[in-house]
């Protein structure tokens, strides 16, 4: 019962390593606490030894490079968790979801043909691991193949791997799991790459060597060899290792059609994938005995009882694992130990850094009523982006608009004043299911804020498209007046045109997308008119708070018309600039005049060309006949069209950007209030940045406490009384008083 207890003490200490290990990088520190990084060759098994450990499959390693990002896991034993705990980058996800991300994501860079430094990290509570932690890293390759380059990574990949796996080995304490090819040692060239990366030879490879596990992970094509059928072959293979200090453990993967069938289930993404996920998993979890009962049947079939000890009970995967737990249990054991004081100091450091900040807060709640106006605007934006929250459900209930009724609005607009197609007849045609819209747009649904205007600017897009696909909403006159002004030539032919789009674009999508602006200024201000009426009761400092938000939201409104301004007319300039004549002569020619010269004689070369143009004996292309004016109005759609989607592309100002953007607005100090109050208001706002950080800070630190504190150095406590070690050192009881 005392050794179940000490063993119990000991690991909530090998749960915490993790933990430590993190704070230690968090302060530029090397972490205390070794990881194992699993190394070698590709297609040598290494992810096939990785889920051993793991108890289930975590990647599809069978084509290719499987592992183009390393997989952090952290293994914590607990009795309590008969079925795993699974957190994949923060998300907790059951463990057949963990397949399909790490699969997805590795599928994703395998598309880009790319591979990416920073790790996924996976952790792992279960009653069936060992608790430990491995970075399971993508296999060397050596031949050059046609996906070793890339546009998206200038560098060969076989050195961006060998870049990951040295990236690895530095600034952190390891302990280095290298799989091997079940052949000859000359054939695993992961080992000369190590000798390369450790500055070493054949001769002098023992100091990497003697700090490394080895695996020869796939066992069973030595069993299916007949040149090892006989009494003294294996044992002749493996000398040659043991010659060079290496003594790999024999690990037998059985090659059964599962992993194969898994694979195809998660590629096709099958209704079977559970079934699949499942049946791999009890796989993996058998193979320890089958793997006992294999070596068994082997090594009797060739009467070798006098190395069948070595072979099953020394070298097999179960000796594998509890070598690497008992070298990082004795490990562990000792660096806490070593530490111990260390930790101790960054506590009391933390405590005196804690109480500076909570000062240093308290301080700011002097100005707590404006901080609580600024509140409430960011309360206010975040529930137009989000949707509001539940205590402010039933104020904005009652401003819920359908799509109908913002309609039936902004018809009464003069956006739309002249459009060929009325907006109600599209929507109309939408609520009566004669699109395919109608699911999407939901007219009947009532929305507020965020989610109206996204659903009101697609709409609205959708209308111009629609207006603009055909050409006949065009309209006969528009053309007519715009061909009336030239008769002759292809530059007049080309103003003309170039007169028509910029007619569409500056009285219909301009004016329309101007609407929309001042519509989201509008659900701005009603946000906010909602949020500070609940959130600020002092009526004087609401009216403060109020002027600025609705300056600001002024200024704002204006650089989202500027912003639309900057996206429509490059695209007019470039349509000018290609329909002038030519005029690098005439520069060339006036170049060295004097400025006034120079702008006189410009003005009187256009005149002329523009003349030559209407004089011109050149056929008129712009007569106002029928097929003329299709003809144009035609390729005036197709331009309009294009620049319709070039705006949902480069729309900058679209409703992430402008709510960020008007938050940025929020806390900028450059306004200067009228009075003395409201200056001292809006400083407090400029100070909110800073007391984020604060406020953020203080919860960090109290977590970072709370592991230290009462998880690290109180588990520390407990197991050095239960084995009569030192207790922490004097100085750090000093310092912890």
């Not at 990497?208 to 072959?233: G, H, I, P, T």
């Amino acid at each position: 019962m005392a050794a179940q207890c000490h063993d119990a003490r000991f690991q909530s200490l090998l749960n915490l390593v993790p933990q430590v290990n993190e704070w230690y990088t968090q302060k530029n520190r090397q972490p205390p606490f070794k990881v194992v990084i699993v190394v070698g060759d590709q297609s040598s098994g290494k992810s096939a030894v990785v889920q051993r450990f793991v108890g289930f499959p975590v990647n599809i390693t069978k084509k290719e490079t499987g592992t183009r990002r390393p997989l952090k896991i952290i293994l914590r034993h607990s009795a309590e968790h008969r079925q795993p705990k699974c957190v994949l980058d923060g998300h907790e996800m059951d463990r057949s979801q963990v397949l399909k991300e790490v699969w997805r994501v590795n599928n994703e860079l395998a598309k880009q043909n790319n591979f990416e430094f920073k790790p996924l990290v996976l952790e792992v509570t279960s009653a069936e691991v060992i608790s430990i932690t491995l970075i399971d890293l993508p296999g060397l390759k050596y031949t050059q193949e046609k996906s070793d380059t890339s546009h998206a990574c200038s560098s060969d990949h076989r050195q961006r791997i060998r870049d990951i796996i040295r990236e690895n080995i530095t600034g952190q304490r390891y302990q280095l799991l290298v799989t091997l090819d079940a052949a000859e040692l000359t054939k695993n060239q992961v080992i000369n790459f190590l000798d390369e990366a450790f500055h070493c030879n054949a001769h002098s490879r023992s100091k990497w060597v003697e700090k490394a596990l080895f695996c020869m992970s796939k066992a069973d094509k030595l069993l299916n060899d007949k040149n090892y059928q006989q009494r003294d072959a294996l044992k002749d293979l493996l000398d040659n290792y043991h010659q060079h200090g290496i003594r790999p453990c024999l690990v037998y993967n059985d090659p059964s059609g599962l992993e194969d069938a898994l694979q195809r289930s998660v590629e096709d993404d099958s209704h079977d994938f559970l079934k699949q996920f499942d049946a791999m998993s009890r796989h993996i979890a058998a193979l320890d005995e089958s793997e006992a009962e294999l070596w068994k049947r082997y090594t009797d079939s060739l009467a070798l009882k006098d190395i069948r000890e070595d072979l099953v009970e020394k070298r097999t995967f179960r000796h594998l694992k509890d070598e690497m737990y008992q070298g990082y249990r004795c490990d562990v054991e000792h660096q806490f130990h070593e530490v111990q004081d260390e930790i101790q100091q960054d506590v009391c450091k933390l405590k005196e850094e804690l109480q500076a900040l909570k000062r240093q807060d308290r301080k700011e709640l002097r100005v707590q009523s404006a901080l609580a106006c600024h509140d409430a605007a960011l309360k206010g934006v975040r529930a137009f982006i989000d949707g509001p929250p539940l205590e402010m459900q039933e104020e904005h209930e009652q401003q819920k608009t359908t799509l109908k009724e913002e309609v039936d609005d902004a018809c009464t607009k003069s956006a739309f004043e002249d459009f060929p197609r009325n907006p109600k007849d599209y929507l109309d045609c939408i609520a009566n299911e004669k699109v395919e819209q109608s699911q999407h747009y939901r007219p009947e649904d009532p929305l507020l804020g965020g989610q109206q205007l996204t659903r009101k600017f697609c709409f609205i897009l959708d209308v111009l498209v629609q207006k603009f696909r055909d050409p006949t909403e065009i309209s006969d006159n528009d053309v007519r007046n715009a061909m009336g002004g030239e008769v002759n030539g292809r530059p007049a032919r080309d103003r003309a045109f170039l007169f028509l789009v910029r007619r569409c674009v500056t009285r219909e999508l301009e004016l329309t997308l101007d609407w929309y602006v001042n519509a989201l200024g509008l659900h701005f201000k009603k946000y906010w008119d909602l949020s500070a009426e609940k959130h600020i009761r002092d009526t004087k400092t609401r009216k403060f708070l109020t002027d600025i938000f609705h300056q600001r939201l002024r200024r704002f409104i204006q650089e989202a018309r500027e912003q639309l301004s900057f996206n429509l007319e490059p695209k007019l300039c470039q349509l000018r600039l290609s329909h002038e004549p030519d005029l690098g002569p005439l520069m060339e020619g006036i170049k060295n005049l004097e400025p006034l010269e120079r702008k006189k004689k410009f003005g009187q070369e256009m005149t002329r060309l523009r003349c030559t143009a209407r004089s011109s004996d050149e056929p008129s292309c712009l007569q106002p006949c029928d097929d003329r004016i299709k003809a144009v109005k035609d390729e005036a759609s197709l331009y309009l069209l294009g620049i319709i989607h070039e705006i949902v592309k480069e729309l900058t100002w679209d409703l992430r950007y402008m709510n960020k953007k008007f938050k940025d607005s929020l806390e900028q100090s450059d306004f200067t209030g009228p009075t003395k109050d409201a200056q001292e208001a809006f400083q407090a706002l400029n100070d909110f940045a800073e007391r984020t950080n604060l406020k953020e800070k203080i919860r960090k630190m109290e977590v970072d406490l709370e592991v230290l504190e009462a998880g690290c150095l109180a588990e520390l406590k407990k197991y050095f009384e239960g084995t009569g070690k030192p207790a922490p050192t004097q100085s750090a009881k000093m310092a912890g008083a």
